[in-house]
């Protein structure tokens, strides 16, 4: 298995609070994706990384914003979280075509 | 706008069958296709990835077709076992990014 670990792998938060997820890979691959998984509208991309400080939006990134500072990490930071962010988060890697995902983390804004 | 669409929806075998699924994309301009298998509260596992060059490729019991101008792409499984009960996700790369389909949820029952 590709060595990606997201954290935390739960969470339940506020509504209006600031969250912040990790991914971190051990691969030195060179993109990385945030993506969400909810039913009835299956994976979206939120952000992606192709390199150290080099980001770009999805396809659902509005209320995300995201950050790379090393090549191992690629954080996704929700500045006020609403209940429609409710979902499970996902992380993956690639360095040439295939893509290998994380465990996830489920997020619940109450 | 890139749309994926996988068919059938769900899908319920006797142990032994040999089945297929089916995933279609809108449009042929493909860099590549990646099939993955999502087991209930994990993340998903890459199963295969073609090329937009390639037509098929295999691994053990999986064979994956891609006809590029018809813009479509199926999943076979030989001899399907219990064990392959789990949701399948067809994935078109375009640069570096995947649209995903909603999956198909396959039950192998015994």
């Known amino acids: 298995d590709a060595g990606i670990t997201q954290s935390p792998r739960h969470k339940v938060t506020e509504t209006g609070t600031p969250v912040t997820l990790r991914c971190h890979q051990t691969e030195n691959h060179r993109y990385m994706y945030w993506y969400r998984q909810d039913p009835g509208h299956g994976l979206r991309l939120i952000h992606y990384?192709?390199?150290?400080?080099?980001?770009d939006k999805g396809e659902v990134s509005d209320g995300y914003s995201v950050s790379r500072s090393k090549t191992e990490d690629f954080l996704l930071t929700l500045e006020s979280a609403t209940s429609s962010q409710t979902s499970v988060y996902f992380c993956?890697?690639?360095?040439?075509?295939?893509?290998?995902f994380g465990p996830g983390t489920r997020l619940t804004v109450t | 706008k890139q749309e994926v669409t996988q068919i059938p929806a769900a899908l319920s075998v006797p142990e032994g069958e040999n089945l297929v699924l089916n995933c279609s994309f809108t449009d042929s301009a493909i860099y590549n296709l990646q099939w993955f298998r999502q087991d209930p509260g994990k993340g998903l596992t890459s199963l295969l990835l073609?090329?937009?060059?390639?037509r098929e490729q295999t691994s053990g019991r999986l064979n994956a077709s891609l006809d590029k101008s018809s813009g479509r792409s199926t999943l076979y499984i030989a001899a399907s076992q219990p064990g392959d009960s789990a949701t399948y996700l067809c994935a078109v790369g375009y640069g570096n990014k995947l649209v995903f389909g909603a999956g198909t949820i396959l039950r192998v029952k015994s």
């Open positions: 990384s192709y390199g150290v400080k080099d980001t």
């Open positions: 073609i090329q937009s060059s390639q």
């Open positions: 993956a890697i690639s360095e040439l075509s295939e893509q290998y």
